[in-house]
C-alpha cells in the first residue's frame, strides 16, 4: 500500500480497514509474516486505524530537512 487515503465522504465507513485486512490475509496465504508502514506521527485517524489492526510502533522517524 502506498498513499493511502480515504475520501473525505467515505472516511469512517470502514474501508480502510477492510482493505487492510484484506492485504494481511492476502500476505499470510502467500507466507509472510511481517510487514511495516510509515505514517506521518501527527496523523491520529491513521495511527487509530493502524492500532485497531494490531500494529503497533517499531521505530520513530524524521524527514530531513535542511539547516
Do not use: K
Request: charge should be positive; glycine fraction near 10%; proline fraction near 1%.
Amino acid at each position: 500500500m502506498h498513499g493511502l487515503r480515504t475520501a473525505v465522504d467515505q472516511r469512517g465507513c470502514g474501508l480502510a480497514g477492510r482493505l487492510i485486512r484484506a492485504m494481511a490475509l492476502e500476505a499470510q496465504h502467500r507466507g509472510i509474516s511481517r510487514a511495516f508502514l510509515q505514517v506521518d506521527g501527527n496523523n491520529a485517524p491513521a495511527l487509530a486505524l493502524y492500532r485497531r489492526s494490531g500494529m503497533t510502533t517499531a521505530w520513530s522517524y524524521a524527514y530531513w530537512r535542511a539547516s
